[in-house]
Nanobody
Framework: QVQLAESGGGLVQAGGSLRLSCAAS????????MAWYRQAPGKQRELLAG???????NYADSLKGRFTISRDNAQNTVYLQMNNLEPEDTAVYYC?????????WGQGTQVTVSS
């Protein structure tokens, strides 16, 4: 069983930055695809960014280049650097792993952006 633990959320003013981290347990991290999602109140969960086991990245067009996903296989950790945050970015952010054992989700971390 894989466990994912997000951290790094919090309250930030518009225009500020945050870096989210997601630490994965187990030994399958480096051969798994990772992604970040978010869910705002009353809205569906949406995919923000993904990074394959080989390091290929993809992003939602709506992010306009403000977010960057990266991974450190030695630390079993995936990151989401978020810059120029907007109040519309307020949501719970979730880490996702897809690997040979299936799909797993973290518990989420709250990001609140004040105007």
């Amino acid at each position: 069983q894989v466990q994912l633990a997000e951290s790094g959320g919090g309250l930030v003013q518009a225009g500020g930055s945050l870096r989210l981290s997601c630490a994965a347990s187990g030994s399958i991290f480096m051969i798994s695809d990772m992604a970040w999602y978010r869910q705002a109140p009353g809205k569906q969960r949406e995919l923000l960014a993904g990074i394959s086991s080989g390091g290929k990245r993809n992003y939602a067009d709506s992010l306009k280049g403000r977010f960057t996903i990266s991974r450190d296989n030695a630390q079993n950790t995936v990151y989401l650097q978020m810059n120029n945050l907007e109040p519309e970015d307020t949501a719970v952010y979730y880490c996702n792993l897809r690997g040979i054992q299936g799909e797993f989700w973290g518990q989420g971390t709250q990001v609140t952006v004040s105007s």
